[in-house]
């Protein structure tokens, strides 16, 4: 999940999953906007070059142009909604990573993004965290989403860090 927003940090395409994906072929892989509107960039599958005979230097630039390819896609996504859909784009990357799950792969879901949400099911601007009962919030989300997450490791970068001017977090703010 790319948070593709206004506030979130300019994405940081060698992080560990993303720089090692070129060279795990056979593996599926999607790309998804968390913005209002949450949607499908890109999705493909890494190539196998191992029946090709090419040398390791050979095979290794070919890795490196997917990378390349694989996070040029991820930079220059553009954002379709000036909101941000955090819980329809997670819903909509379990729902991509079930389409394609096998039993030899591992079933990751990297987010990146501030965990910051505008719409939608968790809409941070209509009811501020500081207002709310988080316990309570979190069990009445869990409840609504419905969106069934076991066997999938969860990789957050980004939670919490956003980008711009921010009014400083009064005392009740920091402590939820």
């Not at 990378?67 to 896609?73: E, F, Y």
């Given at each position: 999940i790319v948070g593709n927003?206004?506030?979130?940090?300019?994405m940081d395409c060698?992080?560990?999953?993303l720089a090692y994906l070129s060279k795990a072929a056979g593996s599926p892989y999607a790309?998804?906007?968390?913005d209002g509107s949450p949607s499908l960039i890109y999705e493909d599958v890494?190539?196998?070059f191992e029946d090709k005979g090419y040398t390791k230097n050979m095979l290794s630039r070919i890795q490196n142009g997917i990378q390349a390819d694989i996070s040029n896609k991820i930079l220059e996504a553009a954002p379709n909604d000036p909101e941000t859909d955090l819980a329809s784009a997670l819903d909509l990357s379990?729902?991509?990573i079930r389409s394609k799950e096998t039993d030899d792969l591992s079933n990751t879901l990297v987010i990146c993004h501030t965990g910051v949400s505008t719409a939608g099911a968790i809409n941070m601007v209509n009811c501020p965290i500081s207002t709310m009962d988080v316990d309570q919030s979190v069990a009445a989300l869990i409840?609504?989403?419905k969106i069934d997450m076991s066997g999938i490791n969860v990789v957050f970068y980004y939670l919490g860090d956003v980008r711009g001017d921010?009014?400083?977090l009064s005392a009740e703010e920091n402590e939820k």
């Amino acid at each position: 999940i790319v948070g593709n927003c206004n506030n979130n940090p300019v994405m940081d395409c060698s992080i560990d999953e993303l720089a090692y994906l070129s060279k795990a072929a056979g593996s599926p892989y999607a790309i998804i906007s968390a913005d209002g509107s949450p949607s499908l960039i890109y999705e493909d599958v890494v190539p196998s070059f191992e029946d090709k005979g090419y040398t390791k230097n050979m095979l290794s630039r070919i890795q490196n142009g997917i990378q390349a390819d694989i996070s040029n896609k991820i930079l220059e996504a553009a954002p379709n909604d000036p909101e941000t859909d955090l819980a329809s784009a997670l819903d909509l990357s379990v729902r991509a990573i079930r389409s394609k799950e096998t039993d030899d792969l591992s079933n990751t879901l990297v987010i990146c993004h501030t965990g910051v949400s505008t719409a939608g099911a968790i809409n941070m601007v209509n009811c501020p965290i500081s207002t709310m009962d988080v316990d309570q919030s979190v069990a009445a989300l869990i409840d609504s989403l419905k969106i069934d997450m076991s066997g999938i490791n969860v990789v957050f970068y980004y939670l919490g860090d956003v980008r711009g001017d921010q009014t400083a977090l009064s005392a009740e703010e920091n402590e939820k």
